[in-house]
Nanobody, 115 residues
């Protein structure tokens, strides 16, 4: 499974961004997918996850009510709509796919929120 993120950038506090993740390869057996982020000097943390059928989602408390994860299985795409962005959301955001007991990661996309 190969994952490629896009959509990061620089935005002012209160603004919005939409991240996209394109999956390719053996995507038919992907289970859950998700977004993680890593800020400078910090560990990578979970942002949001979604089940294979999109029926269940999970969010970090810090992003609940502001971020929305979604998935288009027909297009092998994963999205993260980020609204009301805060400076503390600044990080590299990574797409994740879980398949056959393995985790796959994209290269990451930088999100910078200015105050």
């Amino acid at each position: 499974v190969q994952l490629v993120e896009s959509g990061g950038g620089l935005v002012q506090a209160g603004g919005s961004l939409r991240l996209s993740c394109a999956a390719s390869g053996s995507t038919f057996s992907i289970n859950a997918m998700g977004w993680y982020r890593q800020a400078p000097g910090k560990q990578r943390e979970l942002v949001a996850t979604i089940t294979s059928d999109g029926g269940s989602t999970n969010y970090a408390n810090s992003v609940k009510g502001r971020f929305t994860i979604s998935r288009d299985r027909a297009k092998n795409m994963l999205y993260l709509q980020m609204n009301s962005l805060k400076p503390e959301d600044t990080a590299v955001y990574y797409c994740n796919a879980y398949q056959s007991f393995r985790n796959y990661w994209g290269q990451g996309t930088q999100v910078t929120v200015s105050s």
